[in-house]
């Protein structure tokens, strides 16, 4: 069964701040790694895509990802309150092309 | 350039009775995928259709269907409802089959069904 694991939260941190969210999976043949964001009753929104390891950067947004360890993150810099949303990391196995979604971390940033 | 489209955006059914919701990818888009989005379960991969065939199936019952025609569009029906149902039910589109083509789904704006 594969799976992917994260922190429901909320995690708030202030306007600013770097938030950190985390993403841990259970499926060692894991290649692929996306980050969607959904706000409240909107759908989901690619916001990151990484494969190697190390990190991956797109204006604020950082991706980060382990193998070794099994876990990607996504760090955001600066956090403003318009990034306040659920943060859903999902994990696609190698030969697979239907990825496994987390449960997803709400995040809230206050001014 | 017109985004993945979804229709209805709400809709309340009965339990017993049958809904047919609709997708209309993203121009180009031949694969797409259908999720059901609840706040216990999170998004759960129901199935996914390229070139007008169903090329991988969730664990769901064999209540829930779907089909995609000539134009990519695909609509997925559910039978004999019940209230389990209730959910946010997604439609996702990529350029080829799954999720990795363009590196990633383009999420339309969703179905909201309420089954009362």
């Known amino acids: 069964q594969k799976e992917v694991e994260q922190n429901s939260g909320p995690l708030s941190v202030p306007e600013g701040a770097i938030a950190s969210l985390n993403c841990t999976y259970s499926?060692?043949?894991?290649?692929?790694f996306f980050w969607y964001r959904q706000y409240s009753g909107k759908s989901p929104e690619l916001i990151m895509f990484i494969y190697s390891n190390g990190d991956k950067e797109d204006g604020r947004f950082t991706a980060q990802l382990n193998k070794a360890s099994q876990y990607v993150s996504l760090l955001i810099r600066d956090s403003q309150p318009s990034d306040s949303a659920t943060y859903l990391c999902?994990?696609?196995?190698?030969?697979?092309?239907?990825?496994?979604f987390g449960r997803g971390t709400s995040l809230i940033v206050h001014p | 350039k017109a985004g993945v489209t979804q229709t209805p955006r709400y809709l309340i059914k009965t339990r017993g009775q049958q809904v047919t919701l609709s997708c209309s990818p993203i121009s180009g888009h031949r694969s797409v995928s259908w999720y059901q989005q609840t706040p216990g379960q999170g998004l759960q991969f129901l199935f996914e259709y390229f070139s007008e065939t169903q090329r991988n199936k969730g664990n769901f019952p064999g209540r829930f269907s779907g089909r995609q025609f000539s134009n990519s569009r695909s609509e997925m029906n559910v039978s004999t409802l019940e209230l389990g149902d209730s959910a946010l039910y997604l439609c996702?589109?990529?350029?080829?089959?799954?999720?990795?083509?363009?590196?990633?789904?383009?999420f339309g704006s969703g179905t909201r069904l309420t089954v009362v």
């Open positions: 999902a994990s696609l196995s190698g030969g697979s092309y239907i990825p496994t």
């Open positions: 996702a589109s990529s350029l080829g089959q799954g999720a990795l083509a363009n590196y990633g789904y383009t």
């Open positions: 499926d060692r043949g894991s290649q692929s």
